[in-house]
């Protein structure tokens, strides 16, 4: 199989959390930065506290292994990926500042946003002088799988408004939604997911007996790139597929190299050599029309899944519990040794 050194992810998110704003969209509104840390600074007021407030120290350590440490437990917290608020928002964690990139991410969690400022534009990205207005005492930021944070990273300002927590969306569901519950827990919010995990474990017991009742089958996670390209998920990257793959299901392999962090794109001549038995098409786009993508091996034996997920990357219990029970049900049923074999 031959790949191009193009590094992409799939479309549905165009960053790896989607909405990840450029260094010019950090930039932009900067000029109001000033005055909105005047306002920042007049300390809480108004809004509803995101968790229970507390007169003891608090600290917290975050998925860098950074520690911080407050002389009170925060009250105000904003977030500054969907993917992070949709974690956190699951978890039971209600934030007085989130982003929304329209992607439908904090939605499939059915985030409210009544009391909630919208820090998030297309155009300017994460909006700093609405942040600074929000008053947050806590911010929350996506670590990213070089260690750098994901909007905090481009932008040291940032850190003026209020502390950083960084947390990974790039790990097994199990730890992304264990260390949201136990922030929500920390800062004093109720969790409201417990009857949701319980879900989870079910089907993700499901899941394991399907792989053990049909070990030789491979999959693989795919998408469209463009029309002359697939992308073949990296299972050492992506949360989903690190999930399943620590449930024992064999996955396609990516090769190593910084271009193939997130994904491997391979040009549709080289499609049909994909070395996968059942193919999940990881994107809410349609499937593809090219003539080639009917040659698959996997396609022909009918064993292509697109499941209906509210989104790829709400990083919940519940949502993941839709994949796994979907996927145990595909694995259960499908033919291996279909594809072609993996060489190298």
């Known amino acids: 199989m031959t790949s191009s050194t193009t590094l992409l992810r799939p479309s549905d998110s165009v960053a790896p959390v989607p909405g990840r704003p450029s260094r010019r969209g950090l930039l932009a509104g900067g000029g109001a930065l000033a005055a909105a840390f005047g306002l920042a600074a007049c300390g809480p007021g108004g809004g509803r506290p995101s968790a229970g407030a507390s007169g003891s120290a608090w600290s917290f350590t975050d998925d860098r292994g950074h520690t911080v440490k407050l002389a009170r437990r925060p009250r105000r917290i904003a977030v500054l990926t969907d993917t992070v608020g949709a974690a956190l928002w699951a978890a039971g964690l209600r934030p007085v500042a989130a982003t929304d990139s329209g992607q439908g991410i904090v939605t499939a969690v059915g985030m409210e946003w009544d009391g ?22 806590l911010l929350i930021d996506t670590l990213q799988p070089d260690g750098t944070l994901q909007v905090s990273s ?16 790039y790990r ?3 730890e992304i939604a264990a260390t949201a519950d136990r922030l929500t827990r920390s800062l004093g919010a109720d969790l409201t997911d417990t009857e949701a995990k319980a879900g989870y474990r079910k089907a993700s017991d499901a899941l394991r007996s399907a792989v053990a009742a049909n070990p030789d089958l491979r999959v693989g996670f795919v998408f469209d790139i463009d029309k002359n390209t697939i992308g073949v998920m990296n299972p050492r990257t992506w949360a989903v597929l690190r999930t399943v793959d620590a449930l024992g299901l064999p996955l396609v392999k990516v090769p190593e190299g910084a271009d193939n962090t997130y994904s491997q794109a391979v040009s549709w001549e080289n ?23 009917k040659r698959v091996p996997a396609v022909r034996a009918g064993q292509v899944w697109q499941p209906e997920l509210a989104s790829w990357y709400a990083y919940s219990w519940a949502n993941f519990s839709v994949l796994l029970d979907g996927l145990a049900t595909r694995v259960r049923s499908a ?3 279909v594809g072609p074999r993996a060489t190298g």
């Not at 820090?119 to 005492?137: C, F, H, M, N, T």
């Not at 990881?282 to 029309?289: D, F």
């Open 116 to 137: 909630v400022t919208k820090i998030y534009s297309a155009d300017k990205g994460v909006k700093l002088e609405a942040l600074a207005q929000a008053r947050p005492d």
């Open 154 to 169: 481009d932008l040291s300002a940032i850190a003026g408004i209020a502390p950083v927590i960084g947390l990974s969306m």
């Open 172 to 174: 097994p569901i199990e």
């Open 271 to 293: 499609v049909p050599s994909v070395a996968a038995d059942l193919l999940v098409w990881s994107v809410s786009s349609p499937l593809p029309v090219n003539p080639l993508w």
């Open 335 to 337: 033919k291996p040794g």
